[in-house]
Nanobody
């Protein structure tokens, strides 16, 4: 079992920066692929970025490349998503998820956090 807890959401103006945190707990948490998805009202949940918690390999959605950065604190079992130059269309609930597979497909994820709201005003 893996437990995930997100934090760091909030409100920011377009062009601003937010950093989200995903703290993972559980005996095998460090072997999982930790990923961020976002979901806007009326839309499907979409892959944003992910990291192999153990080795640090990262993946970004095309829209996030060059603006979003993943990092980790191994001792805290925490993955961070720094989002720069945020756009109004990126306002959504951001979810942290864990999977044994490195995949952008939501169906591959068994463990989810409760979500954190990100609001971007124009």
């Amino acid at each position: 079992q893996v437990q995930l807890a997100e934090s760091g959401g909030g409100s920011v103006q377009a062009g601003g920066t937010l950093t989200l945190s995903c703290a993972a707990s559980g005996r095998t948490a460090r072997y999982y692929y930790i990923c961020w998805f976002h979901q806007a009202p009326g839309k499907e949940r979409e892959f944003v970025a992910g990291m192999s918690a153990g080795v640090g390999v990262t993946d970004n959605a095309e829209s996030a490349k060059g603006r979003f950065t993943l990092s980790r604190d191994i001792h805290k079992n925490t993955v961070y998503l720094q989002m720069n130059t945020l756009k109004p269309e990126e306002a959504a609930v951001y979810y942290c998820a864990a999977s044994a597979a490195r995949s952008p497909d939501t169906s591959r994820y068994s463990y989810w956090g409760q979500g954190t709201q990100v609001t971007v005003s124009s």
